[in-house]
DNA sequence: GGCAGCGATACCCGGCCGGTATGGATACCG
DNA sequence: CGGTATCCATACCGGCCGGGTATCGCTGCC
């Protein structure tokens, strides 16, 4: 099986349209028409259901999909992990959520520098799927957060633990209760909704966000209440409350590198990260 | 990168040497210098570095064949399970080291077998190296023993912990004394090595063995003392004694299974194997 | 029933993969 | 010190296969 292979049924698998995937990858229909079909060949397995207007996965379609999406990720991580190992100056990329675990990485940024034989460290802020540059070799390490990052297939160490509040405008009826369950918050017809790793927003009534930015701009015009690690008392603005949420998940923050990772670099930083736990 | 240039250069890479390389993989010598020129080109990394008598790997060179085994097996394992996801009756496939933890296995085959929903069975007895069949796909979940096997990249759950003991003839000079330390073993000329991962030997003294029966046939024969978790003591022969060796690492059973399965029959197994620790 | 959308088929072309032959460099040996 | 064996690179060729265009056949849908 062939990289080129896979990524021309994920493309397929993913837009469940011929006519559409070959225009992503950049080829004319027929091609890929035959490639799925050799592939399907090769394996001796259904891989879609096509009738002549609709094309749906198969099981096993359905398990290499999943794998092939794994196996991409592995391919773009091995081609940057060579190149940055080819480059001369070595340095970390350390990928967390714009605007959360500020103090702890600052923290950690100022005590890594300070060790004997500390590289460069590079950041990489993301929105969401913060482990996503992890799984395709953008970044060396990451802060992630239990539960709501998926931490499958990495190596994780714990920092901390945290519960959550509610971050609501002052003047907002649940404002003044306190402490917060969260079945008071969830039926909330402005709670914030996050995107999934797709990409996509679960079905429901409040603001659909994508940044910690946005988000604090919609719960400062009121049309927006989130659940969020306690972290976030921390600098809330003016007219900007949070209330204790006591049955909330506890949050986990995490640090987690991909397997198998040997650079002396990485073990320092997880080391001085643990280190003030 | 195309997994054909992923294989040739693991080749190359392993080998250290083109013409080998190519016999292995069943081409000429001189297609494959090509394909590795122009891997290098498309990376825009150097690989090897080829003194017309001499082949050696770069730092990247040393990255891309970690990165590369890693996805050759995951590619290995994306067909495997692709097939077997097309296969009408769903089975699991259970690695274990042969001859060791046989009573875990007995009973936790026994205890799934009765579960509601059940599916087949399939034993996939290993000499060494339990953990690569689940690398490559061709196991579901296996017994590992840490620190022994490696677990990296997988997800475990711990089944029990052991000591260890060194079994040796009743006549041989330690027999007698208990308890041992490490010290009075890890010098014995006998001590018993077993194969790397690589499938090659540590240097040393002592008798190399692949198995259990074969080390148990030269500690008959007084030409192998083992280090070796308590349930060795079980059904030992005659004449063969197990001495507790205070200092040894703990040994944990653990049951691990690749990270993302979201097999119901996996799930069934390992809340199984979990219930009864 | 006509039409639009979509996947499959047919056929052609060019690039690349693999082959053989050979060159050039280096270590080893007499 | 020259000969030789070893080993990787280069040169060149042929066949296969991946990608293109044109077109057909099927299926919902107005």
Redesign the interface.
Known sequence: ????E?RYFVAVAEELNFGRAAERLGIAQPPLSRAIAQLEHR?????LTRTSRRVSL???G???L???R??LG??A???R??????ADRPSLVVAAKAGSSGEVLAKLLDAYANEPGAVTVELLLCESNTHVPLLDGRADVALLHEPYDPT??L?VEVLGTEGQVAVMQAAHPLAGRSPLRMADVSDLPELARWPRSDGTYPDGAGAAVRNLTQLFQLIELGRAVAVLPEVARNGLAEGLVAVPVVDAPQVTTVIAW???S?SRALADLVRVATGFS
């Open positions: 099986m062939e990289t080129r896979l394996l001796g397995v259904e891989l198969t099981d096993a359905e398990v290499l999943e794998e092939g794994a196996i592995a391919v991580a091995a081609e992990r060579t190149r940055a190992a080819a499958t297939g190596d991909p397997p198998h040997r």
